[in-house]
């Protein structure tokens, strides 16, 4: 029974579902048929392997990958007087990761690279980690753009096809994403157009343009940020992620922002309105009471028709319902509860992705 182990070096990860690593991967087998007097190893050239037996080790889930042969073949083979061969070859390939990205930019990854046994089952070949966790290393100098490494381990399983069951390595690696470039990029200046958006209410309602210049700058940025943010995110449109979620609340807030104006510039027309509304009755009270004849017959002219003014009376007191008493106030209370509930809402969002 031949035995084989691997080592490997992991040495960069991009920021989508697949990852890009060079290898040093490194097998080690005893083979008897090698086996010669002296004390001392022999080093043979790359291209003797075609002449030996070797482990038809392959990468799982790998979707690209290509030896090195610059200036020759990136291949070691050395040999031990009992048998023992050193076979060391440099690699990179592209392997698919499974990735959770509900928690996006706050998210924690766990990736494996997969080796096993293509044609030798476990009765043939067996495949074990030479030092265990310590059999790969290079993570301790490795730095990514996008992430931390926090922590690595290596394990031992089966493969079980329906040809057979064949050996596999397993090296997992959990990868943290640095949050700091997404709040500079994205967090703050979203949370600085909500602030502007704010201004709005201690402007003047009598200011109609500086206050609805100010809303719809701020929901065209707002919007223009987030389809800048949506165009550099991976492609993971199947579910909603944490930051689609916060910009969906700044937007949210702008947009309040923009119709509280509307809400308010209303109540103060309808203000002016009632007033008018009153003169007009006041003028009807003092009006002459026609005769009982004349208006017997304006009764038959204008039988199942309503005046104008009735119409807009009773529009009048529909919209009554709706009546602030001052609506100056309503800028007042928004000052307020905008704030005071954009600084909950952050509480709330911040607490559940980082700890749950």
């Known amino acids: 029974m031949e035995k084989a182990e691997s080592t490997g070096e992991p040495v960069r990860h991009t920021s989508t579902s697949d990852y890009t690593a060079t290898i040093f991967l490194r097998q080690r087998w005893t083979d008897e048929r090698l086996c010669f007097e002296g004390n001392k190893s022999l080093s043979l050239d790359g291209r003797l392997v075609e002449m030996l037996w070797v482990p038809d080790t392959f990468i799982v889930d790998s979707k690209k990958s290509f030896l090195h042969d610059i200036t020759v073949e990136n291949r070691l083979i050395r040999i031990y007087p009992n048998g023992t061969v050193l076979y060391a070859i440099r690699i990179t390939t592209t392997v ?73 390595l397993v090296f997992h690696f959990e990868l943290k994403r640095n949050i700091l470039y997404f709040i500079l990029e994205t967090y703050v200046p979203s949370i600085l157009l909500v602030v502007l958006s704010w201004v709005s209410f201690w402007i003047s309602q009598s200011s109609v343009p500086a206050r609805i210049c100010i809303g719809v700058t701020t929901v065209l940025t707002m919007t223009t940020l987030m389809m800048g943010a949506r165009t550099s995110l991976p492609n993971a449109n199947c579910f ?43 003028v009807d009270s003092k009006k002459n009471i026609n005769t009982s004849s004349n208006r017997k017959e304006e009764k038959s002219k204008h039988s199942g028709c309503s005046s104008p003014m009735t119409v807009m009376k009773r529009l009048f007191c529909i919209s009554d319902c709706f009546y602030v008493k001052n609506p100056y106030h309503i800028d007042n209370y928004a000052r307020l509860s905008f704030p005071l509930s954009f600084i909950i809402i952050n509480v709330f969002y911040w607490v559940y992705y980082l700890y749950f």
Not at 251 to 263: H, K, P, Q, T, W
Request: charged share 20%; aromatic share 14%; proline share 2%.
């Open 240 to 282: 909603i992620k944490a930051i689609d979620v916060y910009l969906g609340i700044c937007f949210s807030f702008i947009f309040g922002a923009l119709l509280e104006y509307a809400v308010a510039h209303f109540c103060t027309l309808h203000r002016s309105n009632l007033r008018v509304l009153t003169k007009i009755n006041k």
């Open 96 to 168: 698919a990761c499974s990735m959770d990205l509900t928690k996006y930019p706050m998210d924690k990854q766990t990736c494996t690279l997969q080796l096993e046994s293509w044609g030798y089952n476990i009765n043939d070949v067996q495949f074990y980690w030479t030092r265990g966790n310590d059999s790969v290393r290079g993570l301790e100098t490795l730095r990514l753009a996008q992430y931390t490494v926090e922590d690595h381990f290596t394990s031992v399983s089966e493969a079980v096809y329906e040809t057979g069951r064949y050996p596999k």
